[in-house]
C-alpha cells in the first residue's frame, strides 16, 4: 500500500534564467519501504525532498500523503501535518547547541505541547534503544558526530512521524559511524515498520535500502530494487 505518491511533479525556479529543476517525475513509496534517491549534484534531489516536505510547491503535478494533499492544507494545518507525519534527519544534525541531548529530543513534543508523561515515556524508550542513555545531559558540543546524528534520529522519532525523511544522514560522518546510523535506520525500519526515504550520494548507505531511484537532470534513469541490488553496487 502507498503512503506517498508523487505524480508528474515538475518544478520549475524562475529567475533570469528559467530552470526546470524537476520534470514530470512520478514514483509511489509503500507504507514500511526504505527508499534511497541518488543522483549528482545539482539533479534535482534537494528540490523533491523540498517538495515532499512542503517547504515548496512543485510548478505542476501532485504529491498526496495517504489521501491528504497537502497543496489543499492552509498555513496552521500544514504546519500540524509536518508536525505529526514528518520526521527529519539532516547531513548537519540540526540540533540546538543551548538544549541538552535530552531537551533537543523531547521537542517537537514540547512544541505540541504533549503531557510530560508521553515525553518521558517516549524519551526512555528512544534513549534506551539508541543507546543514548548516558548523554542525555550532555549539550551537542560534548558528543560525537554519531551520538549526535543518533540524537537526531531520536528527535525524527519521538512523534512517531508516519514518514522519515533523511538528507545526506551519512554525508558528515566517518565510515564507522555511518554504518552504525545505517543499521539504525534499517532497523527501526523493519522492526516499527517506519518509511524512510533517504536522499544520498553515499552507495554504501544505498545498498541498505529497499529500493534505489537514480535521478538526473529532474528525471529518473534508472530503479534498482534490494534483490537485483548486488549486481549494481
Ligand atoms: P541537488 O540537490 O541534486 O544538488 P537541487 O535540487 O539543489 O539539486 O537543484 C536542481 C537544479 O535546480 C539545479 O540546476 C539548481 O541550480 C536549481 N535550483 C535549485 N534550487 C533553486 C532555486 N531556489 N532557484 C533557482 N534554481 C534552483
Ligand atoms: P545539496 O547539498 O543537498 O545537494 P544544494 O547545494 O544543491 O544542496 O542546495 C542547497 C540549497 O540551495 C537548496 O535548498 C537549494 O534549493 C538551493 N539552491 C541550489 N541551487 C540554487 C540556485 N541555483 N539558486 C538558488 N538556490 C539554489
Not at 11 to 34: C, H, I, P
Not at 42 to 63: F, H, M
Amino acid at each position: 500500500m502507498s503512503i506517498l505518491k508523487v505524480q508528474d511533479v515538475t518544478k520549475v525556479y524562475e529567475g533570469k534564467v528559467t530552470n526546470r529543476a524537476l520534470n514530470q517525475l512520478s514514483f509511489e513509496v509503500d507504507k514500511g519501504e526504505f527508499l534511497a534517491i541518488m543522483g549528482p549534484s545539482g539533479s534535482g534531489k534537494s528540490t523533491l525532498l523540498n517538495l515532499i516536505t512542503t517547504i515548496d510547491r512543485p510548478t505542476s503535478g501532485e504529491i498526496i500523503f495517504n489521501d491528504i494533499k497537502p497543496q489543499n492544507l492552509n498555513r496552521t494545518e500544514l504546519a500540524y501535518f509536518r508536525r505529526r507525519e514528518l520526521g527529519f534527519v539532516f547531513q548537519d544534525f540540526n540540533l540546538l547547541p543551548m538544549l541538552t541531548v535530552e531537551e533537543n529530543i523531547v521537542l517537537p513534543l514540547t512544541l505540541d505541547q504533549k503531557p510530560v508523561k508521553v515525553m518521558e515515556e517516549r524519551l526512555s524508550v528512544l534513549a534506551e534503544r539508541l543507546d543514548l542513555t548516558t548523554i542525555l545531559h550532555k549539550r551537542p558540543n560534548e558528543i560525537s558526530g554519531g551520538q549526535a546524528q543518533r540524537v537526531a534520529i531520536a528527535r525524527a522519532l519521538i512523534h512517531e512521524p508516519a514518514i522519515i525523511l533523511a538528507d545526506e544522514p551519512t554525508g558528515n560522518l566517518d565510515s564507522n559511524n555511518s554504518r552504525e546510523v545505517l543499521e539504525l535506520l534499517s532497523k527501526i525500519n523493519k522492526e516499527k515498520q517506519a518509511t524512510i526515504i533517504m536522499v544520498t550520494h553515499d552507495p554504501i548507505a544505498a545498498s541498505f535500502c529497499d529500493r534505489v531511484l537514480f535521478i538526473k537532470d529532474g528525471e529518473f534513469f534508472n530503479e534498482i530494487h534490494r534483490d537485483d541490488r548486488r549486481q549494481t553496487f
